[in-house]
Structure formats: C-alpha cells, structure tokens
C-alpha cells in the first residue's frame, strides 16, 4: 500500500483551458474526499465520494467543476474554463472511517 | 459555517525547546485531528482524539481533547529541526456517513538549530 496518490503534481495552464487530475485512493478505503488549500489557508472541503455515489458538495464546487469516480475507486476532479482564482493546491484524501489520510496534492496555477 | 481558531499563526524557537499550539471552536466536534504539512506536500496525520478529555501521546507530540469539545491542544517537546513545517488542528463530526473535516488555518513552527 503506498498511500494516497496523486496526478499530476504540479499543472500550469492558461486561464481558459480545462484541466483534470486524478486521484488513486487507498486500495480498502471506501471514502473519498477533495479539499482545496490556498496559501496561508487550511484545506476547504469540496466534495465526497462513498464508493462510486457523490454524496455532498460544497458550494465552493461552481458549476465549472465537475468529480468522478466511476467504478468506485479512483476519482477525477476536472474544472472547465479555468479562472485565475483557481490557483490552489488540490488534495485527494481517503478513509475506511475516520482520520483521512491525505495525497501530496496537485498544484495548479492559472496564468 | 463552522469555524476553527488555531493559536499562534507562527512560531520561533531553538532546537531543544517544548512547543505549545491549541485550536478553539465555536461548535462542539467529536473528534479532534491533528496533521503536520510540508512545503509541496498534503497534511499527514499525527494525532487523532476521539473522546473528550482524551490525552494522547505520539513520541514526543502529546495532544488533548477539550472537555467542552470545542477545543484542543499540542505540545510537542524537546523540538528537533525536522519538526518545521505546519501544523493544523481539524475537528469531525461523524454523526453521518462523511467524514468531512473542518480545518484551522495553520501554526508556523520554525526550529532554529
């Protein structure tokens, strides 16, 4: 088991464009969580997976952001027409039950 | 929303001294979390309390959780270079099936050797 993982690390895009990252979970972990974090800030929680069902998102989610996990076990996190205030570090975390075990995060920068 | 009061935002101090950080809340948590994030990488979780007035040690970190459970503190002793980074407290309520966490918004700890 290596723990949370995450891809890519590290995405620069021009505002606009669409980007996607991916999440693998912790193979028994049923949950599945995305936060975001700005500098200076905790992690904010946007959205949660139990298997493949969404069950909650936040209202920081806008409707150009869109998360998937299909078969129950890895997720994707795309956001559309990206915006400069989208810059932020995106963190995957899982859990069976509590605590979460958290990914190294992707950092994206809109230029 | 809920909200999290994590004290102090940064800290100095010299290798071998004892550091204290604590986490206040406006509501009640369950369960109480504290994560260690460094430079470029996600949180990593160093302590998890579970019941109110619980202490718990992990090496040198022992952490606390309040008995009105809107609080908790750290301390970590005899501070070493490597514990630099950031530290965050976050609280849980696991009345559903989501384990949402609410987090501070960060200690700084620096260590001078």
């Known amino acids: 088991d290596t723990g949370v993982s995450q891809d890519p690390r590290h995405k620069i895009t021009k505002r606009g464009q669409n980007v996607t990252f991916r999440c693998d979970p912790i193979s028994e972990h049923n949950r599945l969580y995305w936060y975001r974090q700005t500098l200076g800030q905790g992690p904010e929680f946007l959205t949660y997976?139990?298997?493949?069902?969404?069950?909650?998102k936040s209202r920081l989610l806008s409707d150009r952001f869109s998360a998937e996990r299909p078969k129950g076990s890895f997720s994707t996190l795309e956001i559309q027409r990206t915006e400069q205030g989208d810059s932020a570090m995106y963190l995957c975390a899982s859990s069976f039950g509590p605590p979460l075990a958290f990914g190294s995060g992707t950092r994206l920068t809109v230029v | 929303g809920q909200q999290l009061n994590q004290s102090p935002q940064s800290m100095f101090i010299q290798e071998g001294e004892d550091v204290s950080m604590n986490c206040t809340s406006s509501s009640i948590f369950n369960t109480w979390l504290w994560y260690k994030q460094d430079p470029g990488e996600g949180p990593v979780l160093l302590i998890a309390?579970?019941?109110?007035?619980e202490l718990t040690s992990n090496g040198r970190l022992t952490a606390q959780f309040g008995i009105t459970r809107k609080d908790s503190f750290l301390n970590i002793s005899a501070s070493i270079p490597s514990d630099v980074g950031i530290y965050f407290c976050a609280g849980l309520n696991s009345g559903g099936s989501n384990y949402k966490l609410t987090f501070g918004k960060g200690t700084l700890l620096t260590v001078n050797p």
């Open positions: 309390l579970y019941k109110a007035g």
């Open positions: 997976f139990q298997n493949e069902a969404q069950l909650e």
